[in-house]
């Protein structure tokens, strides 16, 4: 897995690619948890280079989701496709973030 971060907007994005795994998903928490603990607190996932994602990393989403609320942050979604799309709606995922179409339309409801 390869996660890359750029600040746009008081937003860090982070760009996911690859696999998000049992043996990955500790490396995209461990990433975030330490941008968090900078003071940072919005955060936009962009999934489209994500080609799976397993129940570890389901998880750490929702840990980082828990940090974030206690710091009254944000965690938004985009590029959402195919299985990992899919694993979002199944798991409910869906209906717990926001998830949006574009970087851009995610940006400006920041």
């Known amino acids: 897995m390869e996660i890359q971060t750029r600040k746009e907007k008081g937003a860090i994005i982070v760009l996911v690619k690859g696999r998000m795994d049992a043996l990955t998903a500790p490396e995209f928490e461990n990433d975030l948890s330490g941008q968090i603990s900078k003071g940072e607190n919005i955060f936009l996932i962009n ?35 195919g299985p990992v799309e899919e694993i979002f709606t199944i798991s409910g995922f869906d209906s717990i973030f926001k998830i949006f179409l574009s970087e851009e339309t995610a940006l400006n409801e920041i």
């Open 47 to 81: 999934l489209t280079g994500l080609e799976y994602i397993s129940s570890a990393g389901l998880r750490s989403i929702l840990s980082i989701s828990k940090k974030l609320k206690e710091k009254r942050g944000k965690i938004l979604f985009t590029g959402l496709h």
